[in-house]
């Protein structure tokens, strides 16, 4: 006779034991077992199911067919409500499964697809890896038969449960079928057990040897054999011994490149196993790590490695987890890898199949080394830094290491000297901001190689860029090792004894899971971190992103809710101290690296951290869009045209350590409010293209000239004016916020663009070739009213500005520091200043740059204005970027004229023009060879092409590639 009871122990159970298409079946859950969606759920009575089958008509065994009403899955049901049993079990009865579903006769159902949920369907038990449930639905004219016990995960092709045990323990277990049979019961190849013409037969194993074990039952009814084969492992005693001399946490190659020596810091575990490439993917007895006496560490050698290989592996912790290693440098994500092109990363290892999960780390002894071009990068000074920070997966059309790299020309024409990447460790999925990260010693693959970002830092330090990472420390993400070898899965937080992460985050913008950084294992943590990227990748500094957020003063209650942003903000002697230690030990690491701090914190505690020599991100977002808008009343978050925020004696501060920016990742586009919002009088109207680009430039003035660190965010030189909310169908969502945009390299063909990138170059040149106007000697400013100005004052120049922002017509007066001649610094027009106050009329956008020194000959010009004639005027390359000179410039005329094509680099330098002769109206083509191009010895970048007939012209950007 079988027992029901033993069943009750189990995620997911049926009654009867093989259901038929015909039949009834009730279903029971236990919330106790796989995910614990709906453990202790107090609304008992507001638990529904959400279910359909699995047919033969199934694309897939994800494919539910015949859902039930099709019901929202976010609304309660009545018709689908589950009853509750008491101690988190609920049961839902299906009467006759194939006419409950309104399955055709001919349909074979397959599997019963079932999910408990609350009835908004917040909550939702599944199986522990977030899989659906079945219940497998049986032709009950043949033999079938089943493992009852063990428990078994109730997946399409159930697995059983983790099976924990050590030499001395027993194993019940039993098994059924659903005819009369002969049932036999092996282990470890000999029969133990058997019951003549029976339905069931139970056993209690007795595990005597450590290694694997194997469990198989056979059914006979005479007519069919049917087998099934459970196989568990079973460790033999944790060995206790010291980490080898010289080796460290993480992953360690010993001399000879056949050995490594893996080291993972897992307190409170019992035991961890490899398995990996190297044995193939089996739990074996000489692949259970050694701890350390402390209990702390676990570590193992592996030998007998190929040298060169890369060998992908996985832990197995205390026999019920599976992870990658959060130390590897290198992971392999089934879900992700397929999707990256062979051209960004070539020779991708392939996720192996045998692995638990999507998520695998790899170890390669004997790995290529790198050399460095350049050993001795002098950093610039942090006072003059002119940041440009961009997305790699959105600046080109490649997203890839190697196209970023062929832009570095454009960026060190711009006055760029330091670029500052968004994340770019490994992160979840395939497209994002980064902010999501999983692992900290691993480059995410979706950018390229390990190598390629050498070499692209590399080639950074050679135009005398420096290189900053985006760096997220204050939480990491659910697929991250860390968090899973401590977690609640109950409560769907950290557990309490998880050494690095907060179970609750302590403030208000948290995401992910927040880490504790005043435990002894994050601070060990994050300077493994920081010295990593400096010492291996040869960076130069980090911005850390949500600094603020490294406290563990409390501005929520005890489960993360009801916060007080307000408080969070306020003067943190803890956060202080927190950012000290990180700073001294970066500076001990790598003298002279940056730490910049999104902190948005009081005043009082910036202004401490500045004193102590880190940077601060300064936004001015909101005031510079005000300003531009032409808007003198506050923006609906209250601020106003001021600028005097920018200037950093304004706060108080010391020293010049806010890293001023009009717009970063985080913040709307300029350009977009200023076509979408801006202010408007008479003919005179921001919402115009040309006339919000030309306010922009007035803006990016005044912005060069604030003292300190400068920030630039991609393509806003250029007017990026796709909102940050754009999707990728051009609609506009807050959803679509970290949504792929596409790159502005087009607009190098706009004139009205080109003069705005023109006015950031040379206002930065200024910077450039005068480094003391970063922090002047003399500086004076009325940036707070409509015409405002500003006086920068340096042993080698003066600069002296106004500019109009209002939408009407306005004047002020300069007061010039010294009497004599001054320049229009754009025209080179010679001004003669009195040293007395000087009134200027400005019409609306109007704004003058003087200089001491006539700089006219060192000034970025703009291109003469598009022509816009009814007739096509027009010039492109193609294939694009070009890789040889048998590209195809094609051209179109829109009347008779002579004509003439030119290439140019992004300085306006021509580097090739060819006479064409009178040419018809029409379309042309030509190889781009023709234009006695040498394109295999021009550098990898930006160029651009240029037609010019009858006065008029047109351009259009091309990028040379370099493999």
């Not at 279910?51 to 929202?72: A, E, H, M, P």
């Not at 350390?292 to 890369?310: A, F, H, K, M, V």
Request: hydrophobic residues 35%; proline residues 5%.
């Amino acid at each position: 006779m079988f027992l029901l009871r033993p069943l009750t122990a189990q995620l997911l159970t049926s009654t009867p034991l093989f259901p038929a298409d015909t039949g009834t079946v009730t279903i029971v859950v236990d919330c106790s077992k796989g995910n614990q969606g709906l453990f202790n759920y107090a609304s008992t009575s507001d638990v529904y199911v959400h279910t359909g089958v699995i047919t033969s008509n199934s694309t897939s065994q994800t494919d539910w067919r015949y859902v039930k009403f099709s019901q929202n899955f976010n609304q309660p049901n009545p018709a689908l409500a589950a009853t509750y049993l008491g101690n988190n079990k609920y049961s839902f009865t299906i009467p006759g499964i194939r006419a409950y579903y309104g399955v055709p006769a001919g349909e074979t159902i397959l599997r019963v697809a079932i999910l408990f949920r609350s009835g908004d369907g917040s909550k939702v038990q599944r199986n522990s890896d977030g899989s659906d449930m079945y219940v497998r639905v049986y032709d009950n004219s043949s033999l079938a038969a089943r493992f009852v016990l063990p428990p078994y995960q109730p997946k399409y092709t159930p697995v059983p449960e983790t099976i924990n045990k050590v030499v001395g323990d027993t194993l019940n277990v039993s098994y059924a079928s659903n005819k009369t049979a002969l049932l036999r019961l092996y282990f470890n190849g000999s029969q133990v057990d058997s019951a003549a013409s029976a339905t069931s037969l139970s056993y209690t194993l007795h595990v005597t040897t450590p290694g694997t074990q194997q469990v198989i039952a056979v059914a006979d009814d005479g007519t069919t054999t049917h087998f099934d084969t459970l196989s568990f492992f079973v460790s033999g005693a944790v060995n206790i011994a010291p980490i080898p001399a010289g080796m460290k946490e993480g992953i360690n190659y010993p001399p000879g490149d056949t050995t490594a020596v893996l080291v993972l810091y897992a307190p409170h575990k019992n035991k961890v196993l490899v398995v990996g490439d190297f044995n193939g993917w089996t739990q074996q007895t000489n692949y259970l790590m050694n701890r350390t006496p402390d209990s702390n560490y676990y570590w193992i050698t592996i030998q007998g490695l190929t040298p060169g290989t890369e060998y992908a592996y996985q832990y197995v912790v205390d026999d019920s987890l599976t992870v990658a290693d959060y130390n590897t440098e290198k992971v392999l994500d089934k879900n992700v890898d397929p999707g990256i092109p062979a051209g960004t990363y070539p020779g991708l290892k392939a996720f192996p199949s045998q692995a638990t999960g999507s998520l695998a780390s790899v170890l390669q002894t004997a790995r290529p080394a790198y050399t460095w071009q350049v050993n001795n990068f002098q950093r610039p000074d942090k006072k003059t830094l002119v940041i440009y920070e961009l997305l790699v997966r959105d600046f080109t059309s490649a997203g890839s290491w190697k196209a970023l790299q062929d832009t570095l020309g454009y960026l060190k024409h711009l006055g760029v000297n330091a670029v500052e990447v968004m994340p770019f460790n490994n992160f979840e999925g395939g497209s994002s901001w980064g902010y999501n990260p999983n692992f900290y010693f691993a480059p995410d693959k979706v950018y390229g190689t390990e190598t390629a970002l050498k070499q692209f830092i590399d080639a950074c330090h050679q135009q005398g860029m420096a290189v900053i990472m985006d760096m997220v420390l204050n939480h990491s993400f659910g697929s991250s090792p860390m968090v899973q070898l401590y977690f609640d899965n109950a409560g769907g937080v950290p557990a309490l004894n998880n050494p690095w992460f907060n179970q609750y985050p302590t403030h208000a913008y948290n995401v992910g899971y927040q880490f504790n950084h005043e435990s002894v294992a994050t601070r060990t943590f994050t300077q493994r971190v920081i010295s990593y990227w400096l010492n291996n990748y040869h960076i130069d500094g980090y911005r850390f992103d949500l600094a603020k957020g490294f406290t563990q003063k409390r501005t929520c209650d005890a489960t993360g809710n009801n916060c007080n942003v307000g408080a969070w903000g306020n003067y943190d002697s803890s956060r202080v101290a927190i950012w000290d230690t990180i700073y001294n030990q970066l500076q001990a690491i790598s003298p002279g690296s940056y730490c910049i701090l999104e902190m948005f914190a009081d005043n009082s505690e910036e202004m401490v951290e500045a004193s102590h020599g880190m940077m601060l991100w300064g936004n001015l977002n909101d005031n510079f869009a005000q300003a531009t808008m032409g808007y003198s009343s506050a923006s609906p978050s209250g601020n106003t045209w001021d600028l005097s925020g920018g200037v950093y004696t304004n706060l108080g501060w010391s020293q010049p350590g806010r890293v001023v920016y009009q717009e970063s990742h985080d913040e709307e586009r300029l350009m977009y409010k200023n076509e979408q919002y801006g202010n408007s009088s008479g003919a005179y109207n921001v919402k115009t293209t040309a006339t919000g680009l030309q306010r922009n430039g007035m803006a990016a003035a005044f912005w060069a000239m604030l003292p300190g660190p400068k920030m630039i965010w991609e393509f806003g030189e250029l007017g990026f004016d796709y909102s940050i909310n754009r999707c990728s169908d051009g609609t506009i969502n807050n959803n679509c916020r970290t949504d792929a945009k596409p790159p502005g390299w087009s607009w190098l063909a706009d004139s009205s663009r080109l003069k705005l990138h023109n006015v950031y170059a040379a206002m930065l040149k200024l910077r450039t070739l005068y480094p003391q106007l970063a922090v002047p000697s003399s500086f004076n400013t009325n940036l707070t009213g409509a015409v405002k100005t500003l006086t920068a004052l340096s042993d080698s120049l003066g600069v002296v500005m106004i500019g109009n922002f209002d939408v009407i017509s306005g004047s002020g007066t300069l007061t010039f520091p010294s009497a004599g001649t001054w320049y229009n610094y754009f025209t080179g027009e010679p001004y003669s200043a009195t040293g007395a106050a000087q009134s200027f009329s400005l019409d609306p956008g109007d704004y003058r740059v003087f200089v001491n020194k006539n700089l006219s000959g060192n000034v970025p010009t703009a291109t003469s204005d598009v022509s816009y004639s009814r007739n096509p005027f027009s010039i492109r390359v193609y294939p694009n970027p070009v890789e040889g000179g048998n590209s195809t410039v094609e051209y179109q005329l829109p009347e008779y004229g002579k004509t003439y094509v030119s290439v140019l680099n992004l300085v306006g330098q021509s580097l090739a023009t060819v006479e064409l002769g009178a040419q018809p109206a029409g379309k042309y083509n030509l190889a781009l060879d023709q234009l006695h191009l040498n394109v295999s010895a021009l550098a990898g970048g930006y160029y651009v092409l240029r037609i010019v007939s009858k006065q008029q012209s047109s351009q259009a950007p091309f990028l040379i590639g370099r493999r």
